[in-house]
């Protein structure tokens, strides 16, 4: 009972915030929305690339004419990789890789990345039954492959195509829209830059 | 909660024993400062984002019950469950209640400022609940049985050599030097405890009223570990951590990322919606909130300082504080040190404990012109001085007496000409005792109050009213 009482001291408590500071504040919301800049694709998947690295992170182009799964092969023998998890969805679902069941013994996960932001170098990976959130997490080598079609400009950007594919309707928002920035990092023993401490100590993007 | 009066100079006056700490201070803001300028710096519209977000804090806070009301519908809506706290027992007991009912063993935490407030750690310990904390700055303070010294980077106030001698005692491994191989075995160490963990407790860095989302924002993913691997996240925020709208999370964002560290953005961004759910084979299959009072409700009330409920916790005030430069952490006495500190501290308890922190400042505002949200610290610092003073107002106080004669005497001797001139001469022969060069060190009683910390400056021989008259008959002269 102890609980609901809570609740009432503390509404009542904020309840007798003068009624006339109460309501929406006459200001005009600003928005951050830019329409005018320019949608340069080619602009954009630079500056990703230039803001992805100085994190710390690694970008792979696909050419023309490359092949995924050779690119894929190629990293997964770098890291002399035993075992690989990655994402049931396309363009993953259809190369023939082996799936490891137990991501936290994987050495590598394999993502998509449904958008990136330009300006800041960063991934954005939503949840969902195909899509798990560990992959891009546990294993010590995320590689995510991204469509350069997908990049934004900015966090405004982002937010705003997120909207729109919602149609403002968030009822339907996935459990989990994560973030990624270059590889887990950490500055916590005397400022010095480590990475891996928690998520994966490489980041690496291709572009297809 | 505070238990004993925070004494600031006391505690101040033993952390400025300490070189090394007096070292790495300095190094510490130095980087921040200049970190953070830089990465502002390529915003061109910052300022519009600060007064934008500043709008809608105000917004939230003066409309904080209805907020709070619409954020709980949207929780339980996509699944979650919200808990109402009043008070820091309160907020521990929910989270211990949860722990029991669902059998929790063992937890892990990931670095919350809320969680510090209530002394989340004591209440599970003590309830036989094993509590980790997995942030590496938290991970490695917890193991000396310390306390956070920032709130971005706690364990600033330990070298290397102090992390490499811990590690090697409670794990058995050489005492390696390099940090990144200490932070290879902080890995090691921590992912087991994730993996066998069956609690994730987080703090949150926004919640959005529309949509129940939580947003967590860090660098190293312990926690998206901490919130995506457990069978249940317990997420524990202060009420004023609203957000209206899901689109307005950019604009704070934007800002908390490069306030805090000078980054464009942080490692990791999680934006949470509920519990796991049909279909998906990770995520927490229970979703807790905790509404977080514990004093809050009170700050809003009052029109003077209600604007300390705007902070997003960056830490941008304390690593640009003159004053916190010199004193560290810890002489806060409490969670929140720096401006933010000597502001949220002394509402958040009893004031009479309190009572040093806002005179903690210099009021020289370089707080309120690196704040994201703007909060006008000289402003608040004032009104909370004023409320020290009211409180112990009507009590015999020696000091008070002694200020207020001082005032009479001055204000008798300045605004009459003869006395003025008088006292001028008269100390030009009294301070020869205590004159050293051009300052005066050592006064007697009650002047010794001032001399102890800083010197005064010598009374000239010639004064300037006599140095004026004769450059200004001197001119008079020339024409
Ligand atoms: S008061 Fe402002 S500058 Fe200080 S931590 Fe809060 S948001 Fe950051």
Redesign the pocket.
């Known amino acids: 009972m102890i609980l609901k009482e809570s609740k009432e001291v503390i509404l009542q408590n904020l309840s007798s915030i003068a009624t006339e500071e109460k309501g929406i504040s006459k200001s005009t919301e600003k928005t951050f929305l830019n329409p005018q800049l320019s949608i340069d694709q080619s602009k954009l998947q630079n500056d990703f690339i230039a803001n992805f690295k100085m994190v710390s992170g690694e970008v792979h182009l696909l050419e023309e004419k490359g092949r995924l799964i050779d690119k894929i092969n190629e990293l997964i023998r770098e890291f002399d990789a035993q075992s690989v998890s990655f994402w049931n969805t396309e363009p993953l679902k259809s190369l023939e890789l082996t799936h490891e069941t137990d991501l936290a013994s994987a050495d590598i996960g394999i993502t998509g990345a449904d958008f990136a932001i330009a300006d800041t170098g960063t991934l954005v990976l939503l949840s969902g039954p195909e899509q798990p959130r560990l992959t891009s997490l546990l294993p010590p080598v995320h590689i995510a492959i991204l469509k350069k079609e997908t990049i934004v400009s900015n966090i405004h950007a982002l937010f705003a195509k997120l909207g729109k594919s919602y149609k403002k309707n968030y009822d339907e928002l996935c459990t989990c829209i994560s973030f990624i920035t270059g590889p887990s990092r950490t500055a916590d023993i005397e400022l010095n830059l480590t990475l891996g401490v928690h998520g994966p100590g490489r980041a690496i993007v291709i572009i297809v | 909660m505070i238990t004993e009066r925070i004494d600031f100079k006391k505690n101040s006056a033993e952390a400025l024993k300490s070189p090394k700490l007096k070292k790495a201070l300095v190094n510490f803001t130095d980087r921040s400062r200049n970190s953070r300028k830089k990465a502002i710096s390529e915003v061109s519209e910052w300022e519009e984002l600060r007064s934008e977000a500043r709008r809608i804090k105000e917004q939230v806070i003066n409309n904080l019950d209805s907020y709070l009301l619409e954020l709980e519908e949207s929780v339980t809506r996509v699944g979650g469950k919200v808990h109402w706290a009043k008070n820091a027992e309160e907020a521990s007991s929910i989270v211990v209640n949860i722990a029991r009912e669902n059998n929790v063993r063992n937890v892990v935490k990931s670095k919350s400022m809320a969680t510090e407030e209530i002394e989340l750690n004591r209440h599970l310990i003590s309830s036989g609940i094993n509590t980790v904390e997995t942030d590496l700055g938290e991970y490695i303070v917890q193991l000396c049985n310390d306390h956070p010294f920032h709130?971005i980077t706690p364990a600033i106030h330990k070298t290397k050599e102090d992390i490499s001698k811990l590690f090697s005692e409670k794990f058995g491994v050489p005492e390696y030097e390099e940090p990144q191989e200490l932070t290879n075995i902080a890995r090691k160490e921590l992912r087991e405890k994730f993996l066998s963990a069956d609690m994730g407790i987080s703090g949150v860095n926004f919640a959005v009223a529309e949509t129940g989302t939580i947003t967590i924002v860090e660098n190293e993913g312990n926690a998206r570990l901490a919130t995506t691997y457990p069978d249940i996240h317990v997420a524990i925020m202060g009420i004023e951590k609203i957000v209206p709208k899901f689109e307005q999370l950019s604009i704070f964002l934007s800002?908390l990322a490069r306030?805090?560290t000078g980054q464009k953005s942080s490692t990791y961004v999680s934006l949470i919606t509920g519990p796991r759910r049909e279909g998906e084979s990770d995520g927490p299959r229970q979703f807790h909130l905790v509404f977080l009072d514990n004093g809050r409700s009170d700050i809003a009330k009052s029109k003077e300082t209600r604007e300390?409920l705007?902070?997003?916790?960056?830490?941008?005030?304390?690593n640009?504080c003159p004053v916190y430069r010199q004193v560290g952490g810890h002489s806060y006495g409490w969670v929140y040190s720096?401006?933010?500190g000597a502001?949220?501290t002394p509402q958040l308890n009893d004031l009479q404990k309190t009572a040093d922190l806002p005179f903690a400042s210099s009021l020289c505002g370089a707080?309120r012109d690196?704040?994201?949200?703007?909060?006008d610290?000289p402003h608040v610092l004032l009104s909370l001085r004023q409320r020290v003073v009211e409180k112990t107002k009507g009590k015999p106080n020696p000091a008070q007496f002694m200020e207020k004669m001082a005032f009479r005497i001055w204000s008798f001797v300045f605004s009459k000409p003869f006395y003025y001139n008088l006292a001028g001469r008269m100390m030009v022969f009294l301070q020869y005792f205590y004159q050293k060069e051009n300052e005066l060190q050592g006064l007697p009683y009650p002047f010794s109050k001032w001399t102890k910390e800083k010197n005064f400056p010598a009374f000239s021989k010639k004064p300037f009213r006599r140095r004026w008259k004769e450059k200004y008959s001197a001119k008079m002269e020339h024409q």
């Open positions: 709130i800002l306030s805090a300390s705007y902070c997003i916790r960056c830490g941008a005030c304390i640009i720096g401006p933010i502001v949220i707080c690196v704040c994201p949200v703007k909060i610290f």
